[in-house]
């Protein structure tokens, strides 16, 4: 019988020590480390030594196929997936507690089995009659959906052996599944990774498609080791805020498909809608003719997408002011800021920034820049911008503006949405055919902000209105050269 060799591992990141430490070197969190017994992680079978096989190596060269594909129903879905389901593939799709995951699988799994294929969802944390509740509520009581209450990989695979092989598996979620070939509790980082390690190869003999339900921690990671991410095919992320009814499923990884891709839904009293045109959903409740929001034209994946960055820029009584965002990077406010106030002569330093992303979306790339500072000026100086204008590119340290990529497709979203202009890079106005808008280039952001500065209305005592004023290259401020004379 073999020793037994206990070890402390990190429930946070996976890593493995010889004992306990109140913090874990590698994910620098604190007691995350748990003592677990690493005897029974490997099965004895696959300890015994045995002679290697050969097996035949292939060169480059030759056909390829595309992988064969089954679609959910749901054209969101498929459009994150990259088409549908991939025969003998496992997805992981994580999210925070209530925001809709079992919901959107529920719904996945019925349309999947009207359609005439064997589905299957196996829950590790709900009865059989809470899921027939939520597929009650959801008007999917009639669906053919086989369920399960079981949290045993070995039963599990057993069962789903027997007959024709399913097409789609569910289980949620593999931190509740649990494996006879590691000696340790449920929910551990052993025991998911065996267990995760379990179910893919059945997936892969089998060729029936898995998704893994995972949860995340309080900084929106999937719990669980890493190397669970690494081991499936895909990785998605259900996000959403609490108060808004929109629903973002995210492509963090995906092995058959791109991996910037977005699927919008709408949670409602019956479950998720499909939302297939985004910009118009997220631009349905702007308030138009208000200082500080502006409509930026971005690109998620494929897919062009307009959303309203809303922007307040107040006077701080406090010794360092605030700056809060939500839905878009800390360090790129703090970047367009810097640069407003070293290049173009706006002074916020004495001022509260807040900047948010309407309707729960979140912003990843720089495109959003220019939309974000013309929404900051726009706020400061209490000028209005226009309400059929859209607003895209990167701002450059130096105040330049960068072009993006897409412009075209972002330019058409907008036409098609009813805007009738558009303030883009200078240098991006020879890629565009003819999109139907009225196009004002600008090639630094000196410019922008002296044409939303002279609009402006300035509240009080006049001093944000001077705080906006944009200074020349190599010019002196107009309040420094008073201070002089």
């Not at 002679?51 to 595309?66: C, V, W």
């Not at 052996?161 to 070939?181: A, N």
């Not at 045109?277 to 494929?302: H, K, W, Y």
């Not at 990077?329 to 948010?356: I, T």
Request: glycine share 10%.
């Amino acid at each position: 019988m073999a020793k037994s060799t206990l070890s402390f591992v990190c429930q946070n990141c996976g890593a493995a020590y010889n004992r306990w430490q109140g913090k874990c070197e590698s994910c620098s969190e604190w007691n995350t480390l748990a003592e677990e017994d690493s005897t029974g992680n490997v099965p004895v079978s696959i300890r015994s030594k045995r002679k290697g096989r050969t097996f035949a190596l292939e060169s480059l060269s030759g056909k390829s196929h595309d992988a064969p594909r089954l679609s959910s129903g749901m054209v969101e879905l498929d459009r994150v997936t990259g088409g549908g389901f991939v025969r003998g593939s496992v997805l992981l799709v994580g999210g925070d507690p209530g925001i809709g995951k079992s919901t959107l699988l529920t719904q996945a799994t019925s349309m999947l089995a009207r359609a005439g294929h064997r589905a299957v969802y196996i829950s590790g944390e709900e009865a059989v009659a809470q899921v027939r509740l939520r597929a009650e509520r959801l008007g999917l009581a009639n669906a053919p959906v086989q369920l399960a209450s079981e949290t045993s990989v070995e039963d599990i695979v057993s069962t789903l052996s027997e007959g024709t092989v399913p097409r789609l598996i569910v289980i949620d979620s593999i931190q509740t599944m649990w494996t006879d070939t590691v000696e340790s509790a449920p929910g551990t980082v052993t025991q998911v990774r065996a267990s995760a390690q379990a179910l893919i190869r059945f997936a892969k003999k089998t060729g029936a498609a898995i998704i893994l339900v995972g949860h995340v921690t309080k900084d929106g990671q999937i719990a669980g080791p890493r190397v669970v991410e690494h081991m499936v095919d895909a990785v998605l992320s259900f996000e959403g805020e609490g108060s808004q009814q929109f629903r973002i499923l995210r492509a963090v990884k995906n092995r058959f498909g791109p991996t910037d891709e977005i699927g919008v839904f709408e949670m409602t009293g019956l479950g998720l809608r499909e939302v297939s045109n985004p910009s118009e959903l997220f631009l349905s409740e702007r308030d138009l003719g208000s200082p500080g929001t502006a409509v930026f034209a971005g690109i998620e994946g494929t897919r062009p997408v307009l959303v309203e960055l809303q922007a307040l820029v107040a006077p701080t009584s406090l010794g360092t002011p605030r700056r809060a965002v939500v839905g878009w990077d800390p360090s790129r406010l703090s970047m367009v800021l810097a640069v407003l106030e070293a290049h173009c002569g706006v002074k916020l330093s004495g001022h509260d920034v807040y900047l948010n992303v309407a309707g729960g979306l979140r912003i990843q790339e720089p495109a959003a820049d220019l939309a974000a500072a013309a929404a900051l000026v726009s706020s400061l100086v209490n000028a209005p911008l226009p309400t059929d204008a859209v607003y895209f590119g990167e701002v450059s340290l130096s105040g330049a503006i960068r072009p993006v990529a897409q412009t075209s497709a972002r330019l058409k979203e907008a036409a098609k949405l009813g805007f009738g202009r558009a303030v883009l890079p200078e240098s991006a106005r020879g890629d565009v055919s003819d999109a139907g808008l009225a196009l004002n280039s600008v090639g630094g952001l000196t410019t922008l902000v002296a044409e939303i500065a002279a609009r402006g209305t300035p509240r009080g005592n006049h001093q944000t209105q001077r705080d906006a004023e944009p200074v020349e290259k190599n010019a002196t401020p107009a309040r420094f050269r008073r201070e002089k004379g």
